[in-house]
T-cell receptor, first 115, second 114 residues
Framework: NAGVMQNPRHLVRRRGQEARLRCSPM?????VYWYRQLPEEGLKFMVY????????ESGMPKERFSAEFPKEGPSILRIQQVVRGDSAAYFC?????????????FGPGTRLTVL | GNSVTQMEGPVTLSEEAFLTINCTYT??????LFWYVQYPGEGLQLLLK?????DKGSNKGFEATYRKETTSFHLEKGSVQVSDSAVYFC?????????????FGTGTRLLVSP
């Protein structure tokens, strides 16, 4: 039973380029969460999605960041016109249900470096 | 809003030593509390959790007790092994959101030597 998959594991971009981070949830999970970990900080919630719906995006920066979870395929976190401050580890998690009791299962993360 | 504070690392111990990693939280209401562990190159894994005051979570020899009076959830293990070397994250969830919206501490790296 494969866990949560994220790719790429490492991504290097130059300032102004776009970054696309992919997350495939565990089999049977239709709830996805994205977190960002800046250097020397804890993971911070960004967005919670269900299939084809954004439920809570209160942690997403207002500009340049977007997320989707289409009916088919992985969830995508997209960062347009990256800046050095976007360098961080981005973690995806999935859960079997939408409730507080549902455990989140995390992927290994994508390390984004902006040159 | 919620916040979680945990002790800075790295924590360096010899095998079979006693482990304590401190964690305190601030929150409105009564959040659930969690400890996650991250082994090198892997994602975070839920280690244990507690959902109400005085609950004790336990798993793989690790324990933590939800202390409302001190707003703490310290992680303990009586005898650590080299295989316990990892980064440990304390977390709480935010009530009123309807889903598990986690707030994490900065993580504490544990290094256990033979």
């Amino acid at each position: 039973n494969a866990g949560v998959m994220q790719n790429p594991r490492h991504l290097v971009r130059r300032r102004g380029q776009e970054a696309r981070l992919r997350c495939s949830p565990m089999k049977g999970h239709s709830h996805v969460y994205w977190y960002r970990q800046l250097p020397e900080e804890g993971l911070k919630f960004m967005v919670y999605l269900q299939k084809e719906n954004i439920i809570d995006e209160s942690g997403m920066p207002k500009e340049r960041f977007s997320a989707e979870f289409p009916k088919e395929g992985p969830s995508i976190l997209r960062i347009q016109q990256v800046v050095r401050g976007d360098s961080a580890a981005y973690f995806c998690a999935s859960s079997p249900g939408p409730f507080r009791e549902d455990t989140q299962y995390f992927g290994p993360g994508t390390r984004l470096t902006v040159l | 809003g919620n916040s979680v504070t945990q002790m800075e690392g790295p924590v360096t111990l010899s095998e079979e030593a006693f482990l304590t990693i401190n964690c305190t939280y601030t929150a409105t209401g009564y959040p659930s509390l969690f400890w996650y562990v991250q082994y090198p190159g892997e994602g975070l894994q839920l280690l244990l959790k507690a959902t109400k005051a005085d609950d004790k979570g336990s798993n793989k020899g690790f324990e933590a007790t939800y202390r409302k009076e001190t707003t703490s959830f310290h992680l303990e293990k009586g005898s650590v092994q080299v295989s316990d070397s990892a980064v440990y994250f304390c977390a709480s969830d935010r009530r009123g959101t309807g889903f598990q919206k986690l707030v994490f501490g900065t993580g504490t790296r544990l290094l256990v030597s033979p």
